[in-house]
């Protein structure tokens, strides 16, 4: 049977068909969606690969004893009640996510603001896109992404301002290319301090300074009025505050942005006779200690231009997370309430709490994510419930929130998995169910609105986390306002609150949805808002109609600000965090399936190569990097992709996976004053090389835990591998090995050095390779893939490489098909492929998800500057 769903990962939102047959779950793009029609990437092809029993929590736990629902859901409420009766209603929290679905994200702030009285309830989302949220705000008077996807096709130009789409959002990035490809005087520009995957489709590539966006769109905001191209109609008709933006903008250093006179001039020439332009940005612009005016110093060019509310033009924000929109509708931000409404609008206030019928309402903001974790730490904050995500390892200074959450009072936490940061302090684990287990709904970065639909049932006593917040509300004695059956009675109950909302002048309204029968709802296609009950609305802003009281946008006046990060010479060089192709998040999902694992082991620190030159760093060395918040040794990357003086690292590895991968144990939590959100991409750090006295990789069949100063373990087809340095070299390395693996019996079979610096370790079981260990004095250079082949056959592969004629692969490119670098290189090579097309159908490569295009296409310009330089 196929069932349609939503991929559990970014804020793309795709649309799959997911069936469950006698190999596991095949997973497809569905042709019929329009986020995606049927394209998918390398995260959400593999979905099949990440469901199952492995690491999930299957009971309910107090202290690490298994407990029955009932004990664990009467503690849960009785310490939140006793809480709130000793220490008022604020001495409580919820932490949720952007992964919730909206029934869930709903119902738990229908419990924390209309009946504990709180509004202490903040999201993951607050690290993801808070910026836009007030940006938007302030711009708009309600959180309103103007655009859709199909603008990105309609648009001649397109500004990607901080967002790595090839990698963080490959669809969309798949869209932009097939238009670029079908309308070849499409222009894309991006802009982002580090030249990434996405760069290599864009016509232009604006390295600019950390921070410096709001100068360079001031830059363009006062050009556009010097060359007489503002739109002065749509100006005076409806926007406010133009002239002191402009003002404002012309006061601006545009030196700020790091950029050449050329650049400056190019971008400024596409801009001027652009009008269909779509400036698409995310958390490079939302991370940012002055994210909302950097989201408001783009929207202030799209006002200026009257480039909003029609075809093919208008700011749009895409979101990091599956369900971040839906979390912003349902008021999951702890300065929202639900559908749009303001929290400090009295009338607003009543609204909800006569709808909701409910006890209590908080008249002011709750506490904002660093905020909250702040108020744990010093313990005014004495309960908290964590749902659906990890803070412990995704909250800047992340050491620091873990450390708030070991020493609180209470903590509960509903999570999939067992192992996280987060669940290891928690007092009470509830486990929930997860993606290919739920019903519900999400909606998408362009308002979109898909069903999520179970695959399977929840495993042993996993369940829905819309039911264990509605059992907790009625153990606390609100039985009559969560006597929820079904995620439907939730979206009902959510679209009719919808009608209200947009009754008292907010955007978001899906009234013309609170009739459906559960049937109805069960079978809801993709369904954009606003969904009225009046009838669709075309286009946002098409009318000049804004949700501010005098229905005008408002520009801003803004003045770039440097990062507010501790700067001293001791932190020379700034670090920029983000994601990589194939893992999202903390890998609590993507790191199950092997081959996502294939791209990227292991933790790295990209760097520029005069600086590594500095620091005597090699390539594949161990990097040191410090901050006064943390520590992480990484491997050493050297590219001409950061500037100098800065470096990238990765935000996916956790303790779980690296000895000391976690990089937002480096980040200060620094926020933007408006929005709340945490500086992610500008921390100051220092970096020195760690010496390393051996290094070291293995596989094998069954997992291990390293023990050593550095490690980085991943799962692999056949079973596990790790990446090893330590500063002490083992007196005994098949004694190391031996204790390493665990295996019991084996046949060992060693080749050591006279000197005891190197050793390749062979471990057979019944005559097969159960498990193969290489240590040396310098990184370990073998062929990784062909010893994780080599894995469960009979050859103990001390080689570490194939044999003469046999060729190998190399590290795998494309995940989809299992096609390494040296298979693309060769047939390059050999067959004088030119193109992405070619390399696709002579290798298969790049056919299927797309992820890997760019980085084919990257292989291919490499082999044509080789030949052009022989
Ligand atoms: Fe999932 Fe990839 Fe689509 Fe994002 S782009 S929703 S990760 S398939």
């Known amino acids: 049977?196929?069932?349609?769903?939503?991929?559990?990962?970014?804020?793309?939102?795709?649309?799959?068909?997911?069936?469950?047959?006698?190999?596991?779950?095949?997973?497809?793009?569905?042709?019929?969606?329009?986020?995606?029609?049927?394209?998918?990437?390398?995260?959400?092809?593999?979905?099949?690969?990440?469901?199952?029993?492995?690491?999930?929590?299957?009971?309910?736990?107090?202290?690490?004893?298994?407990?029955?629902?009932?004990?664990?859901?009467?503690?849960?409420?009785?310490?939140?009640?006793?809480?709130?009766?000793?220490?008022?209603?604020?001495?409580?929290?919820?932490?949720?996510?952007?992964?919730?679905?909206?029934?869930?994200?709903?119902?738990?702030?229908?419990?924390?603001?209309?009946?504990?009285?709180?509004?202490?309830?903040?999201?993951?989302?607050?690290?993801?896109?808070?910026?836009?949220?007030?940006?938007?705000?302030?711009?708009?008077?309600?959180?309103?992404?103007?655009?859709?996807?199909?603008?990105?096709?309609?648009?001649?130009?397109?500004?990607?301002?901080?967002?790595?789409?090839?990698?963080?959002?490959?669809?969309?990035?798949?869209?932009?290319?097939?238009?670029?490809?079908?309308?070849?005087?499409?222009?894309?520009?991006?802009?982002?301090?580090?030249?990434?995957?996405?760069?290599?489709?864009?016509?232009?590539?604006?390295?600019?300074?950390?921070?410096?966006?709001?100068?360079?769109?001031?830059?363009?905001?006062?050009?556009?009025?010097?060359?007489?191209?503002?739109?002065?109609?749509?100006?005076?008709?409806?926007?406010?505050?133009?002239?002191?933006?402009?003002?404002?903008?012309?006061?601006?250093?545009?030196?700020?942005?790091?950029?050449?006179?050329?650049?400056?001039?190019?971008?400024?020439?596409?801009?001027?006779?652009?009008?269909?332009?779509?400036?698409?940005?995310?958390?490079?612009?939302?991370?940012?200690?002055?994210?909302?005016?950097?989201?408001?110093?783009?929207?202030?060019?799209?006002?200026?231009?009257?480039?909003?509310?029609?075809?093919?033009?208008?700011?749009?924000s895409v979101t990091g997370q599956p369900n971040a929109m839906g979390g912003r509708e349902v008021g999951g931000l702890a300065n929202m309430l639900a559908c749009h409404l303001d929290i400090e609008d009295s009338n607003h206030r009543d609204a909800v709490q006569s709808y909701w019928r409910s006890p209590t309402m908080p008249k002011q903001a709750g506490l904002k994510a660093v905020d909250m974790f702040d108020a744990v730490e010093d313990g005014k904050i004495k309960a908290i419930w964590v749902m659906c995500t990890n803070p412990a390892q995704s909250m800047p200074d992340a050491d620091r929130v873990k450390s708030a959450l070991q020493n609180c009072d209470f903590v509960a936490v509903s999570e999939m998995y067992s192992n996280t940061e987060t669940a290891k302090t928690a007092d009470v684990l509830l486990p929930a169910s997860g993606w290919g287990e739920k019903h519900g709904s999400v909606t998408n970065s362009d308002r979109m609105i898909s069903r999520q639909r179970a695959i399977a049932p929840p495993p042993a006593e996993a369940r829905h986390d819309w039911q264990i917040i509605s059992d907790v509300a009625k153990r606390m004695g609100f039985a009559d306002g969560f006597d929820y059956e079904h995620p439907h009675d939730i979206f009902i109950e959510h679209a009719k609150l919808s009608g209200i909302a947009a009754a008292l002048g907010k955007d978001f309204d899906i009234s013309g949805l609170d009739s459906l029968s559960r049937q109805e709802y069960e079978a809801l296609g993709p369904t954009r808002w606003p969904f009225p009950k009046s009838g669709g609305k075309e286009r946002f802003f098409s009318d000049g109609h804004f949700y501010t009281p005098n229905h005008k946008a408002k520009m801003l006046a803004l003045t770039h600000t440097e990062p507010s990060v501790p700067q001293s010479a001791e932190l020379p060089f700034t670090l920029n965090t983000g994601r990589v192709r194939d893992h999202w998040h903390t890998m609590t999902r993507t790191g199950l399936a092997a081959q996502l694992n294939q791209h990227t082991g292991e933790p790295y620190i990209e760097i520029h190569a005069a600086d590594a030159e500095l620091l005597h760093l090699p390539p594949a060395s161990l990097a040191e990097v410090t901050s006064p918040n943390g520590r992480a040794i990484v491997r050493v990357l050297i590219s001409d992709k950061v500037a100098k003086g800065s470096v990238f690292m990765p935000l996916h590895w956790t303790e779980e996976t690296a000895a000391l991968g976690r990089v937002n144990a480096l980040i200060p939590s620094h926020v933007d004053p408006v929005s709340g959100q945490p500086e992610s991409k500008a921390a100051k750090v220092c970096i020195k090389k760690f010496t390393a006295q051996w290094f070291g990789y293995a596989v094998s069949l069954q997992s291990f835990q390293p023990t050593s100063a550095y490690w980085a373990k991943a799962k692999i087809v056949k079973g596990w591998q790790a990446e090893f340095a330590d500063i002490s070299v083992p007196s005994?390395?098949?004694?190391?090995?031996?204790?390493?693996?665990?295996?019991?019996?084996?046949?060992?079979?060693?080749?050591?050095?006279?000197?005891?610096?190197?050793?390749?370790?062979?471990?057979?079981?019944?005559?097969?390779?159960?498990?193969?260990?290489?240590?040396?004095?310098?990184?370990?250079?073998?062929?990784?893939?062909?010893?994780?082949?080599?894995?469960?056959?009979?050859?103990?592969?001390?080689?570490?490489?194939?044999?003469?004629?046999?060729?190998?692969?190399?590290?795998?490119?494309?995940a989809c098909f299992n096609v390494g670098i040296n298979t693309i290189l060769n047939a390059i090579q050999s067959q004088e492929l030119v193109s992405v097309e070619q390399v696709g159908n002579a290798l298969q490569a790049g056919t299927n998800c797309g992820s890997c295009r760019p980085e084919i296409s990257a292989l291919l310009h490499r082999n044509i500057v080789l030949e052009a330089a022989e």
């Open 1 to 316: 049977m196929t069932v349609k769903t939503t991929c559990a990962y970014c804020g793309t939102g795709c649309g799959i068909l997911a069936d469950k047959n006698g190999q596991g779950v095949t997973i497809k793009g569905d042709p019929e969606h329009p986020a995606n029609f049927g394209r998918l990437c390398s995260k959400g092809s593999a979905l099949g690969d990440t469901l199952g029993t492995e690491g999930r929590l299957l009971y309910p736990q107090i202290n690490d004893r298994r407990v029955n629902w009932e004990e664990a859901l009467d503690l849960v409420a009785s310490k939140f009640s006793d809480t709130i009766s000793t220490y008022g209603p604020d001495s409580v929290a919820f932490y949720v996510s952007g992964q919730l679905l909206t029934e869930d994200y709903y119902v738990a702030n229908k419990l924390i603001k209309g009946y504990l009285g709180t509004a202490n309830i903040d999201t993951n989302s607050r690290l993801c896109m808070a910026s836009t949220v007030a940006g938007h705000k302030r711009a708009f008077g309600t959180d309103t992404v103007p655009g859709t996807y199909e603008d990105l096709e309609e648009a001649d130009l397109i500004i990607l301002v901080g967002s790595n789409l090839a990698w963080c959002h490959p669809v969309l990035y798949q869209r932009i290319a097939a238009a670029k490809a079908e309308k070849p005087w499409m222009k894309v520009v991006n802009v982002d301090p580090r030249k990434t995957a996405t760069s290599d489709l864009a016509d232009l590539h604006l390295q600019i300074a950390p921070g410096g966006d709001v100068a360079l769109f001031n830059y363009l905001l006062a050009n556009t009025a010097k060359h007489g191209q503002q739109n002065t109609g749509f100006v005076n008709a409806h926007v406010d505050g133009y002239q002191s933006a402009l003002d404002a903008a012309a006061a601006d250093d545009v030196n700020l942005t790091g950029l050449s006179e050329q650049d400056l001039a190019d971008i400024l020439a596409l801009w001027l006779k652009t009008e269909k332009t779509v400036t698409v940005f995310s958390q490079g612009v939302n991370q940012s200690s002055s994210g909302t005016d950097k989201v408001n110093a783009i929207i202030n060019c799209h006002l200026a231009t009257g480039r909003i509310g029609r075809k093919g033009m208008g700011p749009l």
């Open 732 to 814: 005994d390395w098949e004694s190391y090995a031996t204790s390493l693996f665990g295996l019991g019996e084996t046949q060992i079979i060693s080749v050591t050095s006279t000197d005891k610096s190197s050793a390749r370790i062979a471990l057979m079981q019944n005559n097969k390779l159960a498990a193969v260990f290489f240590a040396s004095q310098n990184p370990v250079a073998l062929s990784r893939s062909f010893v994780s082949s080599a894995l469960g056959g009979d050859s103990p592969v001390l080689a570490g490489h194939a044999g003469q004629g046999v060729p190998d692969p190399g590290t795998t490119l494309c």
